[in-house]
């Protein structure tokens, strides 16, 4: 059997397949992968943020998946009302709640604890076969080099926050000077795409933590220039979190449908509502329907409203909050819910779980037949950068209810819902399809059709991510501009739809492989709304 990588960024892409042609496993090339995203992506992901992991290893099959979360934590400094007289109210879109001066969003307040280093730490150490030092040297190499700005990351700087209380890309880099001196040339201008950008202070960084290992992030001469730097700029995180900060382990949250096993990541992150809305739909024959009809397109959307009618109400970090995920998984409650959409009776669904749509992907399927599906992010990044280290901090307080009271409210050590949903679908025991996707909440709905695109419909897997989609998380479908007008005028008459000016990105941007367990056969899925690529080697 050959390798594959699927990656939204080619250059992590290229260098991830650089590791398989050399003997290195899918976990070895994911890390490396991962380390590469965080210089060319860095609003995106980096080892200032958070990773979450699905994995089955080939030499244990008898193990259904693996799933390792890294999560971001909230500091110890915080407190469940903290923000309460800040609000101003709900972004409109979805995204959480806007806050006075943008506190939960921009600048060192909205630091949660990171824990991508120490989850690439663990990969390594428990399933790979490089070193530490070997996974992180091709990412302070190109950060030395530089890279060429890609067109999606130049458009995203060019791109204007939605709402006055909302922020832009640019203003996360603005509002700090280490990032403006980074990522602005001068006049306080944005690189443009074909332009090439160095990051020295990161290449030193990666280089430092390469020689000195992970636990110098955590408790090291690193650490303390990190928790120095953020004790006195107010942040709530201090020097005891970054040294007593640990992994979860949680057992995969898994489910069938059609035959099918589902192995995907546990609350508080995407997998119980991908289950659940694929419960919901398994209630009826959707092979019966013409592909992305106005009746395919209502009955998959009213399944997704009614799952997180579910999720919005119930959905926290299981350390804090007793989740009901067996209730919200169970075939009982599916077809309670279909006998609701059957009957047309109108699901009522409470404000959308707040999170940012930037995050990134990597899978990773190696010729032993080790599956990687790898999610990380920063939120959309803090903007704030330590002077000298090179990297940007998560922003994921924003991820947080300001209000008290509620199972995603703010606490000390507390992890946030999230749409991250890695997952790994198995048929007879031997895993057919990984899959994953950037995205925020949008990464449930995204990875949902493109699993029922090869399930139901029998698409190849590039068919399957290219083909439009759509989300309905509340009162709203959304749909691409590839869905015809006449197909959505079909659908208005039952439930409100609107196309998106996007005819591809706008949604999660999903990343899968599928793979044939007799012929050994890979194909691999790069979401067009992205730079992507799939490479076999």
């Known amino acids: 059997m050959p390798n594959m990588i699927v990656a939204p960024q080619p250059i992590a892409a290229e260098e991830g397949a650089k ?35 699905n994995l089955h290893l080939a030499d244990r099959p008898e193990v259904l998946s693996i799933v390792l979360d890294a999560p971001a934590l909230a500091g110890s400094k915080v407190s469940e009302s903290m923000w309460e007289d800040q609000v101003i109210g709900p972004n409109p879109d979805g995204w959480g709640f806007f806050l006075r001066d943008k506190v939960n969003d921009l600048g060192y307040q909205s630091i949660c604890i990171p824990g991508a280093v120490r989850g690439y730490q663990a990969m390594l150490e428990r399933w790979g076969t490089y070193s530490w030092e070997q996974a992180i040297l091709p990412a302070a190499q190109i950060a030395e080099e530089g890279f060429v700005v890609d067109t999606n990351m130049a458009e995203g700087w060019s791109r204007e926050a939605p709402y006055p209380e909302a922020c832009s890309l640019l203003d996360y880099i603005k509002g700090n000077p280490v990032a403006s001196r980074i990522y602005l040339k001068e006049g306080g201008i944005p690189y443009k795409a074909g332009e090439r950008l160095r990051n020295p202070d990161l290449s030193q960084t990666l280089r430092q933590l390469a020689q000195d290992g992970p636990d110098d992030f955590y408790a090291g001469k690193l650490a303390r220039r990190i928790s120095d730097d953020l004790a006195t700029n107010g942040s709530f995180v201090t020097a005891t979190d970054l040294a007593s900060y640990q992994l979860r382990d949680p057992e995969p949250v898994v ?28 209630n009826c024959d959707l092979s019966t329907f013409e592909h992305n009809s106005a009746e395919y397109i209502y009955t998959v959307s009213m399944a997704m409203k009614a799952a997180f009618a579910d999720r919005n109400q119930h959905l926290a970090d299981p350390d804090f909050v007793e989740v009901p995920v067996e209730w919200m998984i ?26 940012h749509p930037d995050t990134t992907q990597v899978t990773v399927v190696d010729a032993q037949g080790n599956c990687v599906s790898l999610t990380h992010s920063l939120g959309a990044s803090s903007g704030t950068i330590t002077p000298g280290l090179g990297f940007m901090y998560n922003n994921s307080m924003v991820n947080f209810h300001p209000h008290a009271g509620h199972p995603n409210s703010i606490a000390p050590g507390k992890g946030r819902t999230t749409g991250m949903t890695p997952t790994i679908v198995y048929k007879d025991g031997d895993p057919v399809m990984v899959i994953g996707a950037p995205g925020a909440t949008r990464i449930i709905t995204s990875i949902l059709q493109v699993v029922l695109n090869v399930l139901d419909f029998g698409m ?3 068919d399957a991510v290219l083909a439009p989609r759509v989300d309905c998380q509340g009162d709203l479908i959304h749909c691409h501009a590839r ?14 739809i609107q196309r998106l000016p996007q005819s591809h990105g706008g949604f999660a941007l999903v990343h899968a492989i599928t793979l044939d367990p007799k012929s050994g056969r890979l194909e691999g899925g790069a979401d067009t709304g992205s730079s992507g690529m799939a490479l076999r080697v």
């Open 460 to 462: 190849s897997i590039s």
């Open 483 to 496: 869905i015809p007008e006449y197909v959505c005028a079909g659908v208005r008459r039952k439930h409100p």
């Open 255 to 282: 489910g069938s449908y059609r035959g099918y096993t589902i192995a995907s990541s546990q609350s508080p992150h995407g997998g119980p509502t991908l289950i659940e809305i694929l419960n919901i739909l398994e």
């Open 19 to 53: 590791v398989l042609m050399k003997g290195g496993n899918a976990i070895d090339a994911a890390v490396t992968a991962g380390f590469v995203q965080g210089l060319i992506s860095p609003h995106m992901c980096g080892i200032g943020g958070y990773v979450l992991l």
């Open 330 to 355: 169970s075939k009982e409650r599916a077809r309670e819910w279909w006998e609701q959409i059957d009957g047309g009776k109108p699901i009522t669904v409470s404000f959308t779980s707040p999170e």
